[in-house]
């Protein structure tokens, strides 16, 4: 046997590897990842350019700590929040993390930023840096029925 020849015992294939870094990839994802916002539905884009957004369309909302995601035009992500009852208890957020420019991510009642792990409240508010700011608000109207954004 050469030096550079691990026994037949130790070596692994391309495939075993791929399958392992596969089945790796599966059991951290099945315990790290949280519950995360689910996709908004029931938007309409008014003549004014503002959006409309049923709230009875997405159930995330009916509860306190409840988010959904709205995908932009422009590739960046918008978060609505339930943050307390009322038709007051709404914020829209932008979810790119003012430090980098990285979409930030739902974790518990949390948004973190994967590159270097900004924490926001669940409002936005900056816990933990090393982000400066908080995460961008959106303007929102509520009624009974709609959130009105932008």
């Not at 790290?32 to 029931?42: E, K």
């Not at 959904?68 to 007051?88: C, F, H, N, Y």
């Not at 790119?96 to 930030?104: D, E, L, Q, S």
């Amino acid at each position: 046997m050469k030096k550079s020849e691990l026994p037949s015992a130790t070596r692994v294939n391309r495939r075993s590897l791929l399958c392992g870094v596969a089945l790796v990839t599966l059991g951290l994802a099945a315990n790290v990842i949280p519950d995360s916002a689910q996709a908004a539905t029931g938007i309409k884009v008014l003549k004014s350019g503002k959006l409309q957004v049923t709230i009875a369309a997405n159930k995330a909302l009916a509860k306190v700590g409840g988010a959904v995601i709205l995908q932009m035009q422009d590739g960046s992500e918008l978060g609505i929040v339930r943050t307390a009852p009322g038709i007051k208890g709404f914020a829209a957020l932008s979810l790119t993390c003012p430090h980098n420019g990285a979409t930030v991510m739902e974790q518990g009642n949390q948004w973190l930023c994967p590159a270097h792990g900004s924490l926001f409240s669940l409002s936005g508010a900056l816990i933990q840096g090393p982000a400066r700011q908080a995460l961008s608000k959106y303007p929102l109207a509520a009624t009974a029925k709609y959130l009105i954004i932008g």
